[in-house]
């Protein structure tokens, strides 16, 4: 009797020990076990072969090749209290030669790129360390030739000779009214940058552009600090059709301490998205663009005399997007370029007068990313989606564009970065069933090491049993073909009928639907698959990596197509055999949150419910540059506005609704979703909303991603 219970207890705690363990939102969330290993990006020393990285508060070089550590090139400790260091780094860059280091310390956020922070530089040969400022400044720069540090502070452009005194070279900066050499808000988001000034190739001119904002009408955001009155941040957002800053470009002459005006023409309504010196100290690449962002003008302007000549042109139908793909080669003759104009995004070789001495990429395909050109041997290196949308694989092609290498040849996504020799790369490679992998080469391919495999996180993956991600392919409605993924319930039986839950974004450009890893959404959604959901995603028109067409279809009708496709997949979702018709959610997040909004209103017989997240519910209500580049202005295009904003939609509301925003969110204001709830009410509509206070557009810290994960959890277990 006795062996017998003892077998009970063996057999009962053996399944104990086997019970599978549960995906929980805490562990996603808040204690991160499912978060995949990354490496951040190499910062390659000159070498080609070595690397440095900021550890223990040292800056430390490795070998590239083994991982070995090599030594200390930089230790802050010791530094402490050195003209005013408080020996601690946040980060740093090196000069060109790597004799001087600029460290960045009390770092602090502005909106999404900006920042202030202090800012030291040391040189290695005399072993000084001096101070840029007292004060907090922004984008501290060396310069060329090792003399001076160029920084922003206070709207206005400085300039700090080392070892010597500071000049103040603009004056006239002022909050919410002008801006010397710093980006204003529309240009940070929109355009992608930050620093408006760049340094001349030998250190002579400084040229910068400026940001007259002063009709700019204001927005206000309120935060709630535990004060008596709560704190108001206001500053400068064009929204559509408004008034945009005025922009101009200047040159500062540091031998002559005098600035010129660039002579640009007309600059009424136009954008100066990017600035760049050309391998010639006197000469300035400016790009200039149209407010309806379809004519880019690249100009060359002489640093001596501000006058300035057409050097490139572009026009399209519908609109250019801005990249930083354009490269100075160092013959000073030629330069790389990226563009869409044969209906693919690919690279081009130009002289400096503009001719166009031959098409280096082609076929029907787009660029991905641009990485770089090895200059001895005349080989660009690039990312591709050259065999279909959902991949990505890494290839070089000669500057004659007669001889193609593919570098990665391994099934998903494939990304890398090279060193500053093109000597040795990492390779990052997944899909969207593993984690990625990051392995280093050898300019001939050879695998030299694995850096990170996630190795461990792929146990996790076993452990939890996860439900394979499928692709799969349908027509819509208009019998064009939409790419999209499912994943399954684990215990899947294709006799049941399952409920459907649909994730987008379908933004212009973007992709969900590619054989890559999907990050933390990818535990959230095998977790609702385990709790007896389909999970699906599907790429609408106008997303990217199918060719210019395919991707700017969507011009002046921003959302009509997007919602039509996402329809279209949700009835092709709801006929399959295993799947219930009648119970089919869909939830996206800013753009994600715009359509999900329009299928729960305008699809409102084939979706049951929707959640979204910061969403524009009206494109009046976003900013110029963003939407004029697709809609135009609500003036030339009051009918594609009116059709596609959800605000005026609210009366077709069935299903159940969850409108969530961050009222610190400074990009798609917190205006869209009181606007969508006040349209809700007037028209008796019932809805759930979540708001977060002093939380921005991404609403996290402080367990806020982990409160929103669980009300948007207990919303499909309830509604659906």
Request: overall charge negative.
């Amino acid at each position: 009797m006795k062996a017998v219970i003892g077998f009970i207890v063996l057999v009962s705690m053996s399944l104990v020990l086997v019970a599978q363990p549960e995906i929980t939102l805490e562990g996603i969330w808040k204690d991160r076990i499912f978060t995949e290993k990354r490496i951040p990006g190499f910062n390659f020393l000159k070498d080609g072969k070595h690397y440095s990285r900021l550890e223990d508060n040292a800056v430390k070089k490795y070998d590239i090749t083994n991982g070995e550590y090599v030594e200390d090139i930089f230790s802050a400790e010791p530094l402490k209290d050195t003209n005013g260091f408080s020996g601690n780094m946040d980060s740093y860059s090196f000069n060109s030669d790597e004799s001087f280091i600029l460290i960045e310390s009390n770092i602090k956020s502005i909106f999404r790129r900006s920042y202030t922070a202090n800012y030291h530089v040391y040189n290695f040969a005399s072993k000084n360390m001096e101070s840029i400022a007292d004060d907090p400044i922004m984008n501290a720069s060396l310069s060329p030739d090792n003399k001076s540090v160029a920084y922003g502070f206070e709207n206005n452009l400085y300039i700090k000779t080392l070892d010597g005194g500071t000049k103040q070279i603009t004056t006239d900066g002022k909050k919410n009214n002008i801006i010397n050499g710093i980006t204003d808000w529309v240009y940070e988001e929109e355009f992608a940058f930050v620093k408006a000034f760049e340094w001349s190739a030998d250190g002579n001119f400084l040229a910068y552009i400026k940001f007259d904002e002063s009709e700019v009408k204001e927005f206000t955001m309120t935060n709630y600090r535990d004060d008596v009155y709560p704190e108001y941040v206001t500053w400068k957002y064009p929204k559509v059709g408004e008034a945009n800053a005025k922009v101009s470009v200047h040159i500062y002459n540091v031998k002559t301490e005098k600035t010129i005006e660039v002579d640009l023409g007309d600059l009424e309504d136009k954008y100066i998205p990017r600035i760049k010196w050309t391998q010639d100290d006197t000469q300035l690449c400016v790009f200039k663009m149209n407010r309806h962002q379809n004519y880019l003008q690249l100009y060359l302007a002489d640093a001596n005399t501000g006058m300035a000549k057409v050097m490139l042109q572009e026009k399209n139908k519908y609109y250019i997007d801005i990249t930083d793909d354009l490269t100075f080669l160092e013959d000073g003759k030629r330069f790389i370029w990226t563009s869409e104009k044969d209906g693919f995004n690919h690279i081009y070789l130009y002289n400096m007068n503009g001719v166009e001495l031959n098409q280096i990429t082609s076929g029907p395909f787009d660029v991905t990313s641009f990485y770089g050109i090895n200059e001895k041997n005349n080989y660009v290196y690039y990312q591709a989606a050259s065999k279909t949308a959902m991949a990505k694989e890494v290839y070089t092609t000669s500057l004659n564009g007669r001889r193609t290498n593919i570098i990665s040849s391994k099934p998903g996504t494939n990304s890398a970065q090279f060193s500053s020799t093109f000597d040795y790369y990492v390779m990052s490679n997944s899909t969207i069933n593993e984690p990625r992998n990051f392995v280093v080469y050898d300019k001939n391919q050879k695998e030299l090491r694995v850096i990170e495999d996630n190795k461990a996180l792929k146990k996790t993956q076993q452990a939890y049993k996860v439900a394979q991600v499928d692709f799969f392919n349908f027509k819509n409605s208009k019998d064009e073909d939409l790419n999209g993924y499912m994943i399954k319930p684990t215990d899947f039986d294709p006799s049941k009928k399952y409920p459907v839950f649909m994730f987008l974004y379908g933004g212009p450009g973007s992709q969900q639907v590619v054989d890559g890893w999907r990050g933390n959404n990818y535990w959230w959604f095998q977790m609702l698959a385990q709790n007896g959901y389909i999970v699906a995603c599907v790429d609408n028109t106008g997303t990217g990596a199918r060719g210019e067409e395919f991707k700017k279809k969507t011009y002046l009708q921003l959302g009509k197509y997007e919602t039509e496709d996402q329809i279209d997949a949700a009835k092709y979702l709801g006929e399959l055999p295993y799947t219930d018709a009648e119970r089919i959610g869909i939830f996206g997040w800013s753009y994600g949150g715009y359509l999900s909004s329009l299928c729960l209103l305008k699809g409102n017989d084939v979706f049951k419910a929707a959640i979204a997240v910061a969403p524009v519910t009206s494109w009046k209500w976003y900013d110029t540059i963003y939407t004029e580049r697709y809609m135009r202005t609500l003036l030339e295009n009051e009918e594609g506005y009116k059709e596609n904003s959800p605000v005026y939609f609210a009366d077709r509301l069935k299903g159940s609704y969850l409108l969530v925003h961050g009222l610190g969110d400074d990009n798609v204001h917190f205006q869209n979703t009181a606007e969508m709830a006040k349209a809700l009410i007037k028209e008796n509509k019932q809805f759930d909303t979540y708001f977060y206070p002093n939380r921005n557009h991404g609403i996290y810290g402080d367990n806020a991603r982990l409160h929103l994960y669980t009300k948007m959890t207990n919303f499909i277990f309830e509604k659906l």
